[in-house]
Nanobody, 119 residues
Framework: QVQLVESGGGLVQAGGSLSLSCAASGSIFSSDVMGWYRQAPGKQRDLVATITRGGSTNYEDSVKGRFTISRDNAKNTVYLQMNTLKPENTAVYYC?????????????WGQGTQVTVSS
């Protein structure tokens, strides 16, 4: 089993910054991909960014250049540094661990943390 514990959500003004953290515990595989997804009211849960153990990243187009995902493998922790925040970034952000050795892959989720950006 995998447990994901998130921290760092909150309220910020447009143009400001916020940093999210997610610590994973339990049985972690070297091939597990970690990342962040978000869900705004009335919308589906969508990708923000993912990162492999080796540091390969994938970003949703609208956050490229503003958000940075990173990973500390020794601590089994993934981070999301969010800069130049916009009101449309308001959502519940979920930490994700995807176990890609299974078919279909198995997703583990954190509890979610609210990010609110005011204009």
């Amino acid at each position: 089993q995998v447990q994901l514990v998130e921290s760092g959500g909150g309220l910020v003004q447009a143009g400001g910054s916020l940093s999210l953290s997610c610590a994973a515990s339990g049985s972690i595989f070297s091939s597990d991909v970690m990342g962040w997804y978000r869900q705004a009211p009335g919308k589906q849960r969508d990708l923000v960014a993912t990162i492999t153990r080796g540091g390969s990243t994938n970003y949703e187009d609208s956050v490229k250049g503003r958000f940075t995902i990173s990973r500390d493998n020794a601590k089994n922790t993934v981070y999301l540094q969010m800069n130049t925040l916009k009101p449309e970034n308001t959502a519940v952000y979920y930490c994700n661990l995807r176990r890609v050795v299974w078919a279909p892959p198995r997703d583990y989720w954190g509890q979610g943390t609210q990010v609110t950006v005011s204009s």
